[in-house]
């Protein structure tokens, strides 16, 4: 085998394994709007991630053999470059989880207590020193991973309507 063919078979080997790696990172790449949805991790607890960042919990309790439901907007922030969720409920508490696993029917999260958020004067100073105190790295405990699977807007709205909850919004 000659120079040039050496040389222009390294190319086409280089040229592939770059395609390769190019479409490999294009499958990892996470968007905001992976999270949208209504999301369960129990029977009893709902989650739903809007586009205006609003997350809608529905928690069901059961009281004298009757089940009702309770909704709160919360606020949410979600950060793919470092797949973390900033959850900030309506009692002002922030708290960060780490997406473990994101796909179109589930997704695991971890909260991370070594990230905190504190108090500044908008949310984009608060994400803000979450995601400086992220690239200094934090660590996970497998034991605080909680798994979500998605449900449909249509079992969504049957569960609400079995409860006789109207929709909020």
């Given at each position: 085998?000659?120079?040039?063919?050496?040389?222009?078979?390294?190319?086409?080997?280089?040229?592939?394994?770059?395609?390769?790696?190019?479409?490999?990172?294009?499958?990892?790449?996470?968007?905001?709007?992976?999270?949208?949805?209504?999301?369960?991790?129990?029977?009893?607890?709902?989650?739903?991630?809007?586009?205006?960042?609003?997350v809608y919990r529905l928690q069901i309790e059961e009281e004298g053999g009757e089940s009702f439901g309770q909704f709160y907007r919360d606020v949410y922030y979600y950060e793919p470059g470092y797949n973390l969720?900033?959850?900030?409920?309506?009692?002002?508490?922030?708290?960060?989880?780490?997406?473990?696993?994101?796909?179109?029917?589930?997704?695991?999260?971890?909260?991370?207590?070594?990230?905190?958020?504190?108090?500044?004067?908008?949310?984009?100073?608060?994400?803000?020193?979450?995601?400086?105190?992220?690239?200094?790295?934090?660590?996970?405990?497998?034991?605080?991973?909680?798994?979500?699977?998605?449900?449909?807007?249509?079992?969504?709205?049957?569960?609400?309507e079995n409860l006789n909850i109207d929709y909020p919004w």
């Amino acid at each position: 085998m000659n120079i040039f063919n050496r040389i222009l078979l390294t190319l086409c080997v280089a040229t592939i394994c770059m395609l390769a790696g190019a479409c490999s990172k294009e499958e990892d790449m996470r968007m905001p709007d992976d999270i949208l949805g209504v999301w369960t991790p129990s029977a009893d607890t709902y989650l739903e991630f809007s586009t205006n960042n609003s997350v809608y919990r529905l928690q069901i309790e059961e009281e004298g053999g009757e089940s009702f439901g309770q909704f709160y907007r919360d606020v949410y922030y979600y950060e793919p470059g470092y797949n973390l969720v900033v959850y900030l409920s309506s009692s002002h508490t922030a708290a960060v989880y780490k997406i473990v696993e994101l796909s179109e029917s589930y997704f695991t999260w971890c909260w991370v207590e070594d990230i905190e958020a504190t108090s500044a004067d908008s949310i984009g100073q608060v994400i803000g020193q979450i995601i400086n105190q992220a690239q200094e790295g934090f660590k996970l405990d497998p034991a605080l991973y909680q798994t979500f699977r998605k449900i449909s807007q249509e079992q969504y709205f049957s569960i609400l309507e079995n409860l006789n909850i109207d929709y909020p919004w």
